[in-house]
């Protein structure tokens, strides 16, 4: 049974590619970004495995309840160091005409002059893929989804292609989740002044549980 070693899912978002989107974030990277945003996914042996038939049914669940599912989004950690597995998942994803957006730390032609064959599989199927390193000096939220200048979107398929020359309209946003436990979560591409008002919140949220 093939797995995939996830840091976590979001499974309904607005903030991770167009539309509405069920993105995983997978777990270890071997990039690790000055800066990065989510550091604790760098960890190799972090996370939980999942097998890819679990988050198949998940998302087929997920469509029933909401139809206007776009596709999902995968994250991290560094998505290629599980090629292989995300390829799988991601093939059956557009059996169901789901979109695949795919982000990477690794630059477009790294990848696609690889001869790593998990690499291939996972870029053909990938409809819009977001690469390059996130650069702490070049740091831009001017463009949906991505946090430094040096960034690109790879339309690899038709299915964004109209988004090209729109992108610039396209805003950043952030979602703040309020869990049972009073814990608080955030996803989207964060300003400094959004991650104060987080921290803010969470500490007030601890306050009124106790």
């Known amino acids: 049974m093939s797995t995939i070693r996830i840091s976590r899912i979001v499974a309904r978002t607005k903030v991770e590619g167009p539309g509405l989107r069920y993105a995983i974030w997978v777990q270890g990277c071997p990039i690790r970004c ?27 669940a997920e469509l029933k309840s909401s139809p206007e599912l776009e596709g999902i989004t995968l994250l991290g950690g560094e998505p290629f160091s599980q090629a292989h597995g995300l390829s799988i998942l991601a093939h059956k994803v557009r059996e169901m005409d789901l979109s695949v957006v795919t982000f990477s730390g690794y630059d477009y032609d790294t990848l696609r002059r690889s001869g790593h064959s998990g690499w291939r599989r996972l870029l053909q199927q990938t409809d819009l893929l977001i690469d390059g ?43 703040i989740r309020l869990h049972p436990d009073g814990t608080l979560t955030a996803n989207g ?7 104060e008002l ?10 009124a549980k106790e």
């Not at 650069?135 to 299915?159: A, E, K, M, V």
């Not at 591409?189 to 991650?195: F, V, W």
């Open 133 to 175: 390193p996130y650069i702490q000096s070049l740091h831009d939220l001017s463009r949906p989804w991505i946090g430094s200048r040096n960034q690109q979107y790879r339309f690899l398929t038709d299915r964004y292609k109209q988004l090209e020359d729109r992108l610039s309209s396209i805003d950043n946003k952030l979602e």
């Open 34 to 60: 000055e800066g990065c945003f989510n550091p604790h996914t760098w960890d190799r042996q972090g996370g939980e495995i999942r097998s890819i038939e679990d988050i198949v049914q998940d998302i087929k």
């Open 198 to 207: 987080l921290l803010e919140l969470g500490y007030q949220s601890k306050e």
């Open 189 to 195: 591409m964060a300003r400094i002044s959004d991650l």
